[in-house]
């Protein structure tokens, strides 16, 4: 069965930086599983994934701009540590749940000075090309509960 709009789709991947870096994969664990067609994987993906047949391995780099696009210079801010009430030792790289420009996100500390404290809302991916070697495990039809709850149910999707 070809990848279309509503068909429940199984993949393996490996996705890497354009250093080779393996940064996120799903070999050795159970594949991802997603609803084609309604925006549960980034877009570029999605696209390259459309029309393609189970059995299929290929390899695709997804610009930045169909990923999680380009870093945004004003999601970064510098802030007071009393904005971190409760947390006496903030450090380089913690993330913590806030409001930022689209709603509720989450921003990394990127530096610390005194009393200042640097924190990045962009995604940690934005601004990086993305390199997926992709295996597609399985397609079928979505059956239409998941079509209505979009999302697929069972091995490797949603639980309710």
């Known amino acids: 069965m070809q990848i279309s709009s509503n068909t429940a789709v199984s993949i393996h991947y490996t996705l890497t930086n354009d250093a080779g870096e393996v940064i996120d994969s799903s070999i050795g664990n159970e594949p991802l599983s997603y609803l084609h067609d309604t925006g549960g994987i980034i877009s570029g993906l ?35 540590r009393e904005m971190f009430d409760g947390i006496d030792n903030i450090e380089v790289g913690m993330q913590f749940h806030a409001d930022v420009s689209e709603g509720p996100g989450i921003v990394t500390v990127v530096a610390v000075d005194g009393d200042n404290v640097t924190i990045n809302g962009n995604h940690p991916l934005a601004g990086m090309p993305l390199n997926f070697d992709i295996e597609v495990v399985e397609v079928r039809p979505a059956t239409a509960e998941e079509i209505d709850h979009g999302h697929i149910h069972g091995a490797g999707g949603h639980h309710h």
């Open 46 to 80: 999605e696209r390259a994934l459309h029309g393609r047949n189970e059995g299929d391995k290929f390899s695709v780099r997804i610009p930045p701009a169909d990923a999680y696009g380009e870093i945004a210079d004003d999601r970064v801010q510098v802030v007071s």
